[in-house]
């Protein structure tokens, strides 16, 4: 049973930073994909960031994101391959909506990364709130 939980949100000020964390528990495919998503009230939900894994793994230099946080959003990996990570500098504002996380079961074509039907399995989101 895969389960991810997010953690790490909140309100903070534009220009702010915040790391939001992904708890993994039963990914064990040998290759697949983990992304960050995120869904504002009224909008679709959005592909962050994405990179392929291998045995749960990151694969390094594998990454993808969304052209509206490159430079300013980072995804990463603990060693022990059990969290995942955005890091999110240089808040504004539109960033504002609820965060989750997600992982897939299969690999992915590159420009598949970062759409939400890629992905079987969901966390339940953390809320990121930034003020101007």
């Known amino acids: 049973q895969v389960q991810l939980v997010e953690s790490g949100g909140g309100s903070v000020q534009a220009g702010g930073s915040l790391r939001l964390s992904c708890a993994v528990s039963g990914y064990t495919y040998s290759s697949g994909s983990v992304a960050w998503f995120r869904q504002a009230p009224g909008k679709e939900r959005e592909g962050v960031a994405a990179?392929?894994?291998?045995?749960?793994?990151?694969?390094?230099?594998?990454?993808e994101y969304a052209e509206s946080v490159k430079g300013r959003f980072t995804i990463s990996q603990d060693d022990a391959k059990t969290t995942v990570y955005l890091e999110l500098t240089s808040l504004k504002p539109e960033d504002t909506a609820m965060y989750y996380c997600a992982a897939a079961a299969r690999t992915a074509p590159y420009y598949e990364l970062l759409v939400p039907s890629t992905y079987n399995y969901w966390g339940q989101g953390t809320q990121v709130t930034v003020s101007s």
């Open positions: 990179f392929y894994s291998v045995g749960g793994a990151a694969v390094a230099g594998n990454t």
